[in-house]
């Protein structure tokens, strides 16, 4: 079993719904960060939570230390917000990151 | 914005040649890593260094393989020689100093051993 499972793998969306992808892990962590990578692209941080709840624009990112789970959220998707999104947790006292295998979301106009 | 440079960006190379791929870190970031990303391991860490010095390279096959940081503007990952299973997308991150610093990526270096 990963120590960190993403679900789902793969998710459909039109524009303008409300997405929430998951990530739950199995470790200790210091700090949770959800990446975003466009197809044939750059790998780009969206967030680094390490309790509660970040807002960024569209983008809200949650964690529950208590239950190893985050998610995140993209209200009113765009068609531009079709990536791969990944989470990374990082240990305590360490820098190295164990990744997620990521959500592969499309949205559609 | 502050950027992570990776050279080149794409590299063709027959089999047995060697490899030699360029990171410049954000300045003033004094942690970096190797990571690789291929369809079936997804991303890996291969080595990382803080304050140029190595800390931890045990994913990274030490035969063909090394991870330098000859100064603190430049960190290289050599492939000596190359094989075709190492074809992969070879990404550079650097952070700054405290453990509460995110991320930031270079856009990486796709390799294709021939």
């Known amino acids: 079993k990963n120590e960190v499972e993403q679900s789902p793998q793969n998710l459909t969306a039109q524009e303008g719904e409300f997405i929430t992808i998951n990530c739950s892990y199995s470790v200790g962590i210091s700090a949770l960060h959800w990446l975003q990578q466009h197809p044939g692209g750059g790998i780009v941080s969206l967030f680094m939570l390490s309790s509660g709840k970040k807002k960024h624009g569209r983008l809200i990112a949650t964690i529950n230390i208590q239950e190893k789970h985050s998610s995140l959220h993209i209200t009113a998707s765009h068609p531009r917000d079709s990536a791969v999104y990944i989470c990374?947790?990082?240990?305590?006292?360490?820098?190295?990151?164990?990744f997620g295998t990521g959500t592969r979301l499309q949205v559609f106009p | 914005d502050a950027r992570v440079t990776q050279t080149p960006r794409h590299k063709v190379t027959e089999m047995g040649q060697e490899v030699t791929m360029r990171c410049q870190p954000i300045?003033?970031?004094?942690?970096v890593f190797w990571y690789r990303q291929t369809m079936m391991q997804g991303l890996e860490l291969l080595a990382y260094?803080?304050?140029?010095?190595?800390?931890?390279d045990s994913g990274m096959p030490k035969d063909r393989f090394s991870a330098e940081m000859p100064d603190a503007t430049l960190a290289t990952l050599k492939i000596q020689p190359s094989e075709p299973r190492d074809s992969a997308v070879y990404f550079c991150a650097s952070r700054g100093g405290r453990l509460n610093y995110g991320y930031t990526f270079g856009s990486g270096t796709r390799l294709t051993v021939v």
């Open positions: 990374a947790v990082q240990g305590y006292n360490t820098d190295k990151l164990i």
């Open positions: 300045l003033g970031h004094n942690t």
């Open positions: 260094f803080r304050n140029r010095a190595p800390l931890d």
